[in-house]
Protein backbone atom coordinates (compact mmCIF):
# COMPACT_ATOMS: atom_id res chain seq x y z
CA UNK A 1 0.00 0.00 0.00
CA UNK A 2 1.15 3.57 -0.80
CA UNK A 3 1.96 6.05 1.71
CA UNK A 4 -0.49 8.34 -0.07
CA UNK A 5 -3.32 5.56 0.28
CA UNK A 6 -2.33 5.29 3.71
CA UNK A 7 -2.60 9.18 4.37
CA UNK A 8 -5.71 9.12 2.53
CA UNK A 9 -7.31 6.63 5.16
CA UNK A 10 -6.33 8.47 8.21
CA UNK A 11 -7.17 11.79 7.25
CA UNK A 12 -10.71 9.80 6.05
CA UNK A 13 -10.92 8.01 9.90
CA UNK A 14 -9.80 11.38 11.42
CA UNK A 15 -12.59 13.03 10.07
CA UNK A 16 -15.14 10.58 10.62
CA UNK A 17 -14.18 9.88 13.87
CA UNK A 18 -16.43 11.96 16.36
CA UNK A 19 -19.04 12.32 14.03
CA UNK A 20 -21.59 9.36 15.50
CA UNK A 21 -21.10 11.12 18.97
CA UNK A 22 -21.84 14.73 17.07
CA UNK A 23 -24.88 12.88 16.21
CA UNK A 24 -26.33 11.73 19.13
CA UNK A 25 -25.56 14.75 21.13
CA UNK A 26 -27.07 17.06 18.29
CA UNK A 27 -30.35 14.73 18.48
CA UNK A 28 -30.73 15.06 22.30
CA UNK A 29 -30.60 18.73 22.16
CA UNK A 30 -33.23 18.72 19.03
CA UNK A 31 -35.18 16.09 20.76
CA UNK A 32 -35.18 18.59 24.22
CA UNK A 33 -36.55 20.94 21.61
CA UNK A 34 -39.29 18.86 20.46
CA UNK A 35 -40.49 18.16 23.43
CA UNK A 36 -41.00 21.23 25.11
CA UNK A 37 -42.58 22.15 21.94
CA UNK A 38 -44.98 19.07 21.60
CA UNK A 39 -45.95 19.15 25.69
CA UNK A 40 -44.57 22.12 27.39
CA UNK A 41 -48.13 24.24 26.85
CA UNK A 42 -49.19 21.65 28.61
CA UNK A 43 -47.94 23.26 32.07
CA UNK A 44 -50.92 25.84 31.46
CA UNK A 45 -53.69 25.16 29.14
CA UNK A 46 -55.31 28.76 30.25
CA UNK A 47 -53.36 29.80 27.11
CA UNK A 48 -55.45 30.07 24.54
CA UNK A 49 -54.78 27.64 22.03
CA UNK A 50 -53.58 29.85 18.63
CA UNK A 51 -51.08 31.25 21.17
CA UNK A 52 -50.15 27.70 22.41
CA UNK A 53 -49.63 26.86 18.61
CA UNK A 54 -47.50 29.71 17.96
CA UNK A 55 -45.44 29.74 21.10
CA UNK A 56 -44.74 25.56 20.16
CA UNK A 57 -43.99 26.29 17.03
CA UNK A 58 -41.45 29.15 17.73
CA UNK A 59 -39.81 26.34 20.33
CA UNK A 60 -39.93 23.61 17.21
CA UNK A 61 -37.93 25.82 14.57
CA UNK A 62 -35.00 25.19 17.27
CA UNK A 63 -35.63 21.50 16.95
CA UNK A 64 -34.83 21.91 13.57
CA UNK A 65 -31.76 23.76 14.03
CA UNK A 66 -30.13 20.67 15.55
CA UNK A 67 -32.31 17.82 13.79
CA UNK A 68 -31.50 19.11 10.67
CA UNK A 69 -27.58 18.59 11.23
CA UNK A 70 -27.55 15.99 13.34
CA UNK A 71 -29.40 13.61 10.06
CA UNK A 72 -27.32 15.33 7.59
CA UNK A 73 -23.85 14.70 10.11
CA UNK A 74 -24.79 11.01 10.66
CA UNK A 75 -26.29 9.87 7.28
CA UNK A 76 -23.43 7.78 5.89
CA UNK A 77 -22.69 7.20 9.73
CA UNK A 78 -25.89 5.53 9.76
CA UNK A 79 -28.29 4.22 7.69
CA UNK A 80 -31.25 6.38 7.48
CA UNK A 81 -33.42 3.42 9.06
CA UNK A 82 -30.72 3.60 11.80
CA UNK A 83 -30.95 7.42 11.97
CA UNK A 84 -34.66 7.48 12.91
CA UNK A 85 -34.54 4.24 15.40
CA UNK A 86 -31.97 6.09 17.11
CA UNK A 87 -34.00 9.24 16.97
CA UNK A 88 -36.80 7.41 18.05
CA UNK A 89 -35.05 5.88 21.34
CA UNK A 90 -33.42 9.48 22.28
CA UNK A 91 -37.11 10.83 21.60
CA UNK A 92 -38.51 8.16 24.53
CA UNK A 93 -35.35 9.13 26.77
CA UNK A 94 -36.16 12.82 27.08
CA UNK A 95 -39.84 12.07 26.95
CA UNK A 96 -39.31 10.55 29.95
CA UNK A 97 -36.79 12.71 31.67
CA UNK A 98 -39.24 15.88 30.82
CA UNK A 99 -42.82 13.79 32.27
CA UNK A 100 -40.80 13.26 35.46
CA UNK A 101 -39.25 16.37 36.11
CA UNK A 102 -42.21 18.36 34.76
CA UNK A 103 -45.20 17.02 35.46
CA UNK A 104 -44.15 14.85 38.45
CA UNK A 105 -45.13 11.93 35.98
CA UNK A 106 -44.14 8.55 37.75
CA UNK A 107 -42.13 6.29 35.74
CA UNK A 108 -43.90 2.68 35.57
CA UNK A 109 -42.69 -0.39 35.43
CA UNK A 110 -44.46 -1.23 32.48
CA UNK A 111 -43.11 1.85 31.08
CA UNK A 112 -39.51 1.00 31.73
CA UNK A 113 -40.62 -3.37 30.39
CA UNK A 114 -41.81 -1.23 26.96
CA UNK A 115 -38.71 0.71 26.72
CA UNK A 116 -36.84 -2.34 27.23
CA UNK A 117 -37.92 -3.95 23.84
CA UNK A 118 -37.57 -0.82 21.84
CA UNK A 119 -33.60 -0.92 23.05
CA UNK A 120 -33.87 -4.37 21.88
CA UNK A 121 -35.26 -3.46 18.49
CA UNK A 122 -31.87 -1.05 18.20
CA UNK A 123 -30.26 -3.80 19.15
CA UNK A 124 -31.56 -5.48 16.13
CA UNK A 125 -31.46 -2.65 13.71
CA UNK A 126 -27.67 -1.91 14.45
CA UNK A 127 -26.73 -5.55 14.23
CA UNK A 128 -24.79 -6.48 11.36
Given at each position: ???????????????????????V????????????????????????????????????????????????????????????????????????????????????????V???????????????
Amino acid sequence: MSKSTQDDRSVKSASTRGKPMKTVCLLIVSNIFMTAAWYGHLKDKSLPLIAAILLSWGVAFFEYVFQVPANRLGYGQFTLTQLKIMQECITLVVFTAFAFIFFREPVKWNYMVSYGLIMGAVYFAFMG
